[in-house]
């Protein structure tokens, strides 16, 4: 007699159907792809030398002066939505461990799905905040009280997870019945594979991030196309995409960066434009510009659909080729491996309509891939704040940019002061 | 010992030997001898006074018009001598012990033929009266009523007076126009302590309630021209605070009884309209609400339809309501019909409004400085991206967006019309209301509400069985802009014009968002309220009825929320034009099987009541959203939209399962003692959770019936009253205990969606609360003076709170039992005195005050648990941490603050070391009513002593920003060396916005915000003609009220009670009322 409901579920029912549990990871992607890929690009870009902003709030502010406080609502945004996507895929591996009744191809398939996406949020949060508390299950008496753990711990769980990932996922891309489908809007095993070798990468594991990243590079159905096509829905080059499900959207980054007025939230650094080389069909194709009387404003342009959009051309790409070529040519370098690391430079550098580089030493060859990274990889994922601080060279750059407020406690964001207020057992980054 | 002014007494002092002499003889049984010719009345009643120890009294004056007298009598009675003395003499008399009072007649009763009358008296419900007096005015002939409340009267004169008079009913006149028989209906006397008052499955009064309550009647409601019978309660109740949250029409009101209960869940109290539960907090559904506000559902009752809001505070009246009655009850209770003759009334007013305050901001030449001075403060250019207003608009233009945005005139206006009446057995009750009220903004905003409700009862003719049915219905359109316009008053005063040359919205080059597009962007909610209620009774014998009460309520809501692409900033492209769609309904079915038992044995009353309440409360709403429109005409279209999605689809219930008793014991009107139980089951706790027991006993002791304290002329009534319980609190949502996925409004690959909605807790389990009062109600000079004060001492234990969690566990909560205790204890004081009651003159007065105390007494593992940095053990719940501001730098002009912990930051939980209490530390309330013959006035104020709430900067960002400011700021630092309170002006620096937001953070930025408020004014004129009469209407009342006329406050905002939103709106209206 007592309540009864139509539009929840309860979790043991939904683990018992391969529909049901599939459509919990499903909404993973959803969620991501209401604004995730903006959230990082934006604070990223502030917090590098890749964006300036226009806005009067102070949070925004704050960003761009490398001066965050403890309340700032985008670093809160970063750790918080993390742990929540952690808590789903945590969630979903409960309930899949606990479930009798689903179909063995379609557990193995989720299972990896959700390590990917834990690994996924981990990076994330290791690189924004340096140590974070590893969370792995649902019991929020213990996840209320937990420590930070080192880098080192939870690059080790990221690899762990992706590691299982590789073993557990398909080849092949999945529809929501588990069966192949040409759309590249789930991590099938190169997905787990390419996001392995870029943190083989981040932790020096050379050998390792030269091996993944070749695995990537030497599937069939990944190759670097024509440079106005990287960023379409299901673009050769695609490795991960996020499915365009929001109204009026394609992307979030398209739809909020594209620039039809002046800004008032931000546009690109007008010197990290100008780092490009002229020719550079990059700073062609992929910026944009909008010019206001006498002024000139600049905006990242990969993504060409704006906001008020009616049909779907382009999918969020999270993981896609052009990187796997940096990783390699930055792998093999590390390694001595220089003619090969030219010869994966040189690629993306062609696609880009430049010409090939040569003769360069190691310590030149790093530079150069860096500057490719930074000229390919602009405003995706954190990527340029990412490397600045993990080749060291953020103090470098951003000190002469940012000063009088920039330290060199900056490079890592602040423990939301709600956390710590709420578990004592967190302790803050110096500096806050 | 002589009443009469001008007094002539007979001397006789020399006669007194022969008086007593001839007493002796003939005055032993009062007969008379005596013969009289042609003789003065003066000379007659000097004989009589001889013949006996009777006395005249009467001035001359009196006797002027007299004639002479003729008569012998021989043996007769003194009443037959006086008869022959004042036959056809316009005088009449009065026999008081041996004294005889001459007076002139008052009704000529001459010539008038004399008939005989026969009547009938009964009171409001159609019950007869027995024991009641009749007497014609002037005539001295007077009888009672028989059980049946008949009567007969012989020999009366046409246009006679009746007075009908009795210890228990007021005093009524009434002129005989025929010889018909009479059917009088009389009202109870008002003794305010016998005044019925509602409780849970009964009735008591104000003199024999062992528990605490108020209660606030019909009159006082119908006199303030309101929409949401809550506002009407304001500074009537002790122990009841108010707050309305804006002062836009149909807007939340938040009401708390006796404190803040529970850290976090539910500190609503349980309403009941006629023992249907009813929806509290609100029915706006998942998109929000207008004006950035939320709906009330109690503004779907309509204030002309109650009779009564009792107010439920302590343990003995609330704990019978068990699970649900921890916040207290507020019982109302509809109008029912009224038996006798058909009547009927027409009620209209109409008025306007405004918003109560303004603010004062800088113009546009001090803005303008205050932004230039700004930039260079940062040492930042002003460009087109981050100064517009300095760069690309009209620097010259002024605009003042308050007057704009919230000066407008609201009006208000209210028809009611109500037909009632009905025989012994069955009465009626027909009412139907309209009323129509506009908001401050500019554009058509408002609410429209029409109303009917119907009542019937019956009463077999063997009076055993009786049945009634009542049933109100509302529709109640309310049409808000989607923001508050009030936060518009930070625009810059130079911000550009609105409209372009063509009609659309100007957006200067996206360099503003234009108020209008808010404006334009509509909130259309459309509320049906039906509550029917059945209530049938049978009387097995004299002492034992059963009964049965059910009812229906049932609450929908269509909610309509517009975006026209019209609205939007073209630049951001089309599609966002969007429509959102809700439908949702709330059902509650409830019935109440009782049966109650009456004993007496000797002196000892004995009153039982047992029952069960079986009730369902189902909840089911859709919420859909429709973007991309061909055009903005389509919008209210659905099918039109290119995209659909599902925002939510909610279906929820919740079940609810009740046994209860009470015992009432009364022992010679002396000694009372009332005891309740309550078993509880409710769905939203798990199985193993699922059952409770509540409780509670009180105690009377009406000590002035004692012998001993005799006959005193000053205190005529004193009770003390004490009662303990236990009761608990489940608004806590349903399903709460279950681990739950909700469907994502985003599908995936064409698949829906499914989300982890909550952290779960299957173990938690009930929040209970005890409850301790003792009390002391007092009567002085014959109760015209009655004064009660009340203590309440209330511990909430088990605390269920939504416990804040850090963000790594996913979420932000869990619903967790938490080992708190919560004190609440207050002292109420309500006096109330009729200080003038007389032909003329009736003048009330009554006060009330409350002095709240609310403290978190303690908490196991406080330090260690996620609530140190929210809460402080031994303070109220209501408190702020803040940072101690220590002025303005002189050296930087930037706001400082004391460092605690010395580590060179102002951050984090330890530089907060000042605590504020942001609640109120005393409410209360006064009333006067006055009426001098055909007038009455009455007001009624509030009162609220609110030391520290958020300051009115809260609404402000930093000086220097693009925004208006309070001219207050111009007092800001400016150069090294500058003593300030105020920093320096900042547009973009970091270091300035962090000093600010700590600044909002720090003591400083709290203020006080007591006010006192004339909540309601009153004048009425009755009007009453007989040529009224003739045409029909026997009352005709021309009436004026106000509301929220006059605040008196320091607070600097725009309004102490709705702080940063629209402030209430004072209104004045102007209405006639017609009775028939």
New interface residues.
């Given amino acids: 007699m007592w309540g009864s409901q139509k539009k929840l579920i309860d979790t043991k029912t939904l683990f018992d159907g391969d529909a049901t549990a599939t459509s919990a990871i499903l909404s993973i992607y959803s969620q991501m792809n209401n604004g995730w890929d903006y959230t990082i690009a934006h604070s990223s870009g502030l917090s590098s030398d890749e964006l300036i902003t226009w806005s009067s709030t102070i949070d925004d502010i704050d960003l761009a002066a490398n001066n965050i406080s403890t309340r700032n609502t985008y670093a809160l945004d970063v750790w918080g939505k993390n742990y929540n996507y952690i808590y789903q895929a945590n969630s979903i591996l409960e309930g899949l461990s606990e479930s009798g009744k689903l179909t063995q191809a379609v557990r193995t398939q989720l299972e990896g799905e959700a390590k990917f996406i834990r690994a996924f949020s981990y990076f994330i949060l290791v690189n924004y905040f340096g140590a974070v508390p590893i969370v792995t299950s649902t019991d929020y008496g213990v996840n209320s009280k937990i420590r930070r753990v080192s880098p080192d711990s939870v690059y080790m769980q990221i690899e762990q997870d992706l590691n299982s990932a590789v073993e557990l996922l398909a080849e092949d891309y999945k529809n929501p019945l588990n069966q192949q489908t040409s759309e590249r809007v789930r991590p099938n095993k190169w997905a787990a594979t390419a996001l392995l070798a870029r943190v083989n990468l981040f932790v020096g594991k050379w050998a390792e991030a030269e091996l993944n990243s070749s695995a990537v590079v030497n599937v069939a159905q990944y190759i670097l196309p024509d440079i106005n096509t990287v960023f379409l829905k299901n673009s050769p080059e695609a490795i991960w995409q996020w499915m365009s499900v929001v109204p009026g959207f394609n992307t979030a980054s398209g739809g909020y960066f594209i620039l039809e007025y002046t800004p008032y939230d931000v546009s690109l650094r007008p010197s990290f434009v100008s780092s490009f080389q002229p020719n550079d069909l990059r700073r062609n194709q992929w910026i944009g510009e909008f010019v206001d009387g006498s002024e000139v404003y600049y905006y990242p342009y990969k993504y060409k659909v704006g906001q008020g959009a009616s049909t779907v051309l382009e999918h969020t790409t999270v993981l896609r080729l052009a990187e796997q070529y940096l990783i390699r040519a930055e792998a093999r370098a590390q390694q001595d491996k220089l003619p090969d690391a030219l010869a994966d430079i040189n690629a993306i550098r062609n696609r880009a309509g430049l010409g090939d580089l040569s003769g360069l030493g190691k310590s030149a060859l790093l530079d150069s891939i860096t500057i490719e990274r930074k000229h390919e990889l602009f405003t995706e994922f954190g990527d340029r704040w990412f490397t600045l601080k993990r080749t060291q060279t953020a103090n470098a750059i951003l000190s002469p940019l940012k000063s009088p407020n920039w330290q060199p406690t900056d490079q890592l964001y602040p423990i939301p002061l709600s956390e710590l207020l709420l578990n004592r057992k967190l302790e803050q980054n110096p500096g806050y | 010992m002589h009443l009469l002014p001008k007094l002539y007494a007979m001397p006789r002092s020399w006669l007194s030997f022969l008086v007593f002499f001839i007493s002796m003889l003939s005055a032993s049984g009062q007969t008379f001898n005596l013969s009289v010719d042609r003789e003065p009345l003066e000379k007659v009643f000097l004989l009589i006074e001889k013949q006996s120890d009777y006395s005249f009294i009467y001035t001359r004056e009196t006797l002027a018009k007299t004639k002479p007298v003729t008569f012998t009598v021989r043996n007769e009675t003194l009443e037959r001598v006086l008869n022959r003395c004042f036959d056809n003499q316009p005088l009449t008399y009065l026999v008081d012990d041996k004294h005889i009072v001459v007076k002139q007649e008052v009704v000529k009763s001459a010539a008038v033929p004399l008939q005989n009358i026969t009547g009938r008296v009964r009171n409001e419900i159609g019950e007869p009266v027995a024991g009641v007096t009749v007497t014609i005015r002037g005539g001295g002939r007077s009888t009672a009523t028989d059980v049946n409340g008949n009567f007969a009267l012989e020999g009366s004169p046409l246009n006679a007076v009746l007075v009908i008079s009795g210890a228990e009913i007021e005093t009524q006149e009434l002129v005989i126009k025929s010889s018909a028989e009479i059917s009088i209906v009389v009202k109870a006397r008002i003794n305010v302590l016998d005044e019925t008052m509602v409780i849970a499955y009964g009735k008591t009064t104000r003199r024999y309630a062992t528990g605490t309550l108020s209660k606030v009647k019909a009159e006082e409601i119908a006199r303030q021209p309101v929409s949401n019978p809550l506002s009407a309660l304001s500074g009537r109740v002790s122990g009841l605070q108010i707050r309305q949250v804006s002062g836009a029409p149909g807007t939340g009101i938040t009401v708390q009884i006796r404190g803040r209960n529970s850290i976090d869940n539910g500190i609503e109290p349980l309403y009941l309209v006629d023992g249907i539960p009813y929806p509290s907090g609100t029915h706006t559904g998942d998109f929000g609400g207008g004006a950035n506000s939320y709906l009330s559902p109690l503004d779907n009752i309509n204030p002309a339809d109650i009779e009564s809001i009792e107010v439920l505070k302590d343990a003995d009246v609330t704990a019978i309501y068990g699970s649900r009655g921890a916040n207290g009850v507020i019982l109302i209770t509809t109008k029912k019909g009224i038996a006798g003759k058909t009547h009927g009334s027409l009620k209209v007013y109409s008025g306007a409004g405004a918003a109560t305050r303004k603010l004062k901001l800088l113009n546009t030449g001090e803005y303008l400085a205050m932004r230039r001075e700004a930039f260079k403060n940062d040492n930042v250019a002003p ?4 100064a ?1 207003d300095l760069l690309r608009w009209d620097t010259t233009r002024f605009t003042d967006w308050q007057d704009l945005l919230i000066g407008n005139t609201m009006r208000a206006s209210e028809v009611t019309g109500t037909l009632s009446g009905g025989t012994e057995q069955t009465q009626f009750l027909l009412s139907s209301t309209y009323r129509k009220e506009t908001t401050v903004f500019p554009g058509s905003f408002g609410a429209q509400k029409i109303s009917g409700s119907g009542s019937i009862n019956h009463r077999s003719a063997d009076k055993k069985f009786t049945v009634g049915f009542s049933t109100t219905f509302l529709t109640n359109d309310n049409f808000l802009p989607r923001s508050d316009l009030t936060t518009g008053l930070l625009l810059p005063p130079d911000a550009p014009v609105i409209y372009n040359s063509d009609g659309s919205l100007n957006w200067e ?3 503003w968002d234009n108020p209008f597009g808010a404006v334009m962007q509509t909130f259309k909610t459309k509320t049906q309220n039906l509550n029917a209620n059945l209530n049938l009774r049978y009387r097995i014998s004299e002492n034992l009825e059963i009964a049965f009460t059910g009812g229906l309520g049932q609450l929908w809501v269509t909610e309509k929320f517009l975006y026209p692409a019209s609205s939007l ?1 073209p ?6 034009e969007t429509a959102a769609f809700g439908t949702s309904k709330t059902t509650t079915l409830i019935g109440e099987p009782q049966i109650s038992y009456f004993k007496k044995i000797g002196e000892h009353k004995l009153e039982f009541l047992a029952g069960a309440t079986m009730q369902h409360t189902g909840y089911s709403g859709l919420f859909v959203v429709g ?2 429109y061909p055009n903005d005409e389509s919008l209210n279209s659905l099918a039109a939209a ?2 659909v ?1 599902v925002n939510a ?7 609810y399962l009740g046994f209860f008793g009470r015992t009432g014991y009364n022992f010679r009107n002396k000694y009372l003692a009332t005891f309740t139980i309550r078993r509880d089951g409710s ?2 706790y798990g ?1 193993a959770n ?1 059952f409770k027991n509540f409780g509670s006993a009180g105690a009377g002791w009406i000590f002035t019936e004692e012998k001993w304290i005799g006959k005193n002329t000053v205190l005529s009534f004193g009770k003390i009253k004490a009662s303990a319980g236990y009761a608990a609190n489940d608004q806590i949502g ?2 709460k205990y ?7 409004y ?12 909550q ?1 779960f807790n299957s173990q938690f389990g009930w929040e209970k609360i005890r409850k301790l009062e003792m009390g002391i109600d007092l009567g002085f000079f014959r109760d015209r003076v009655l004064l009660s004060a009340n203590y309440y001492y209330n511990t909430t234990t088990n605390q269920l709170v939504s416990y ?8 932000s909560g ?1 619903l967790k039992n938490l080992p708190a205790v919560i004190r609440n204890t207050g002292l109420e004081l309500e006096l109330s005195s009729t200080i003038i009651k007389n032909r003329n003159w009736n003048w009330n007065a009554s006060f009330n005050i409350t002095f709240p105390q609310n403290k978190l007494v303690s908490f196991q593992d406080f330090e ?1 648990s ?1 609530y ?2 929210f809460y402080a053990l031994g303070k109220p719940l209501s408190i702020a941490r803040v940072f101690t501001n220590t002025g303005v730098d002189p050296a930087t002009g930037l706001y400082s603050f004391y460092d605690y912990n010395k580590d060179g ?1 102002i ?3 330890e530089d907060k070391h000042v605590i504020l209490n942001t609640g109120q530390q005393c409410f209360g309330g006064m009333q006067q009513t006055l009426s001098y013959k055909k007038f009455t006035f009455s007001l009624v104020a509030q009162l609220a002593i609110q030391r520290t709430v958020p300051s009115f900067l809260n609404r402000f ?1 930093r000086p220097g ?2 925004f208006n400011q309070p001219r207050a700021v111009l007092e800001r630092w400016k150069a090294d060396g500058d003593y300030s309170n105020i920093q320096r002006f900042t ?5 300035a ?2 000093a600010y ?1 700590n600044y909002l953070e720090s003591a400083a930025a709290y203020e006080n915000g007591s006010y006192l408020r004339l909540k309601n004014l009153y004048i009425s004129y009755q009007i009453g003609s007989s040529k009224l009469k003739q045409a029909g209407i026997s009352g005709l009342n021309v009436f004026a009220e106000a509301s929220n006329l006059v605040t008196i406050t320091k607070y600097r905002g725009l309004d102490p009670e709705t702080l940063q939103s629209l402030p209430p709106v004072k209104v004045v209206a102007v209405g006639i009322q017609f009775t028939f």
């Fill in positions: 460009s087109m991206g981050n517009p080059s996206s360099t900033d630049v951001y492209g089309p599609g966002g973007r991309g290119s995209t999605r689809d909610l279906d929820t219930r919740y079940r769905s939203r199985p699922r349903d399903y279950l681990d739950l996925y909700s469907s994502y985003l599908p995936y690959q064409g698949q829906s969606t499914f989300y982890p909605t952290l804040t969690l850090p963000a790594t566990t996913g979420f869990v260690s996620t140190t940095n930051l951050n984090g939980s960002p920003a693009r547009a973009v620096n970091s270091d916005l962090n937001s």
